[in-house]
C-alpha cells in the first residue's frame, strides 16, 4: 500500500524534490499510463496546497478530451489553441497564469479558479496530451512550479506506457 507523505519542505523547489521520490515509488513496478495518470493526479491534489483540481486532458483526433483528474467535474473537450489548455498543447510549452480573468479565451470549467498551470506531454515531439492544475488563489503559480511539474511529468512519462491512451 502507498502512504502519501505530507511536503515538509521549506522551498518549492525542495518540495518537488520530495514529490520526485515519491512519485518514484508510487509508479515502481507498474506502467499502465491510465492507471499511473490517475495515481499522479491524486498525489498532488493531496499534496500541493491551495488546488481545486488537478488532471489531465489527452489528445484525441485533434483536440484535448478530459482524462484522469481529480476535483469538481470538468469540460471534456478542448480544441488545440483554445483556453490555457489548448493553447499550452499547441505551443508545446509550459503555461503559468496568475490570474485566468486576463487569459484571453480562459475555458471557466470552475468558476472558483483564479490561477492555472498546464504542462505538456510529449514524448519526444509527439504530443500526448497536457496536464492541468488550478487554484482558487490568485498567483498560485510560478515558475517553481512550471520547472517542478514538467519534471515530475517527464518521470511519468518515461516510467508509464500511454499508447494505448492518445
Partial sequence: M?????????TKADQYLELKSQ?????EG???GLANAAN??????QTLPALN???FYLLRDR???????QGKLACVRIALGRGVCGSAAERRETIVVPDVHAFPGHIACDAASRSEVVVPLLHGRRLLGVLDLDSPEPGRFDDDDARGLAALTAQLLE???FSRLV
Fill in 2 to 10: 502507498f502512504v502519501v507523505r505530507e511536503l515538509s519542505a521549506a
Fill in 53 to 55: 483540481w488537478v488532471g
Fill in 63 to 69: 483536440e484535448l478530451v478530459l482524462g484522469p483528474f
Fill in 23 to 27: 512519485l518514484a515509488a508510487l509508479l
Fill in 159 to 161: 516510467a508509464s506506457d
Fill in 40 to 45: 499522479f493526479s491524486a498525489l498532488l491534489y
Fill in 30 to 32: 507498474e506502467t499502465d
